[in-house]
């Protein structure tokens, strides 16, 4: 049997989910509700305590209740994931204020538009690490993971012990590609060493 769900949430201690529920009461006859108060919208709908019973609660044939769309995501892509999360399991979704409805036409229409725009959020993100990421090249900054590898002590123990690239790896804990670079990285060291030596010895 289907069954009207709402869901309700406030951002902060001062605010009350009481207007929300007037709004859905007034339309709608509620089998069950759940929220999520004082819950900021920056938190992804899956992690929100409320949202996620709710989630697990559903059944194919339900319907969820909100008064606003944004009280299902922190943005267009997580307000499209959440919706569609819902669509998969058979749920429809109404949101009072957008007059949102996922069961029809226009409810699909707007679904389409909200994976575009979505889509378009993606894309923008992605411009702007981008971007970033190519100021701080400018800038000389290092924007690799912090080297935690000793090559000289990975070389050492290997040539102490007579030991093969993957012996050494798992000693190490680390991958054979980082044992190749640790011998390549002292090899390529030392050659630039013998090279200084015989240039210096030129220069005396």
Same mark, same amino acid.
């Not at 411009?127 to 000793?150: F, P, T």
């Not at 093969?164 to 680390?174: E, L, N, Q, R, Y």
């Given at each position: #049997?289907?069954? %009207? =769900? ?5 951002? *902060?201690?001062? $605010?009350? *989910? ?17 929220? &999520?108060e004082a819950t900021s919208g920056a938190i992804k709908a899956k992690d929100r305590?409320?949202? /996620? $019973?709710?989630?697990?609660?559903v059944r194919e044939g339900d319907t969820v209740v909100v008064y606003a769309i ?5 943005? %267009? =892509? &997580? ?12 749920? @429809?979704?109404?949101? !009072?204020?957008?007059?949102? &409805?996922? /069961? %029809?036409? +226009?409810?699909? #229409? +707007?679904? *389409? +538009? ?10 923008? !993100?992605?411009?702007? $690490?981008? @971007? ?5 090249? @400018? ?24 030991? /093969? =690239?993957?012996? *050494? ?24 060493? /013998? ?6 010895? @030129?220069?005396?």
């Amino acid at each position: #049997m289907s069954a %009207t =769900i709402a869901y309700v949430r406030v951002s *902060t201690d001062d $605010q009350t *989910t009481n207007a929300q529920r007037h709004a859905i009461e007034s339309r709608y006859k509620v089998a069950r509700w759940f929220s &999520d108060e004082a819950t900021s919208g920056a938190i992804k709908a899956k992690d929100r305590a409320g949202f /996620s $019973q709710l989630l697990s609660y559903v059944r194919e044939g339900d319907t969820v209740v909100v008064y606003a769309i944004d009280r299902l995501g922190r943005n %267009t =892509i &997580d307000v499209l994931e959440t919706v569609e999360a819902l669509k998969a399991k058979g749920v @429809a979704v109404l949101s !009072i204020r957008e007059g949102f &409805d996922l /069961s %029809t036409p +226009m409810g699909k #229409m +707007m679904l *389409t +538009m909200l994976a575009g725009l979505a889509e378009l959020e993606r894309s923008n !993100i992605k411009e702007r $690490q981008l @971007a970033g990421l190519e100021k701080a090249r @400018a800038e000389g900054k290092n924007l690799g993971r912090e080297k935690v590898i000793d090559d000289g002590a990975v070389v050492q123990w290997r040539q102490e012990n007579s030991a /093969s =690239i993957k012996a *050494t790896a798992d000693h190490f804990g680390i991958s054979a590609a980082s044992v190749k670079r640790a011998c390549r990285a002292i090899k390529i060291g030392a050659q630039q060493a /013998s090279l200084h030596s015989r240039k210096s010895c @030129a220069n005396e």
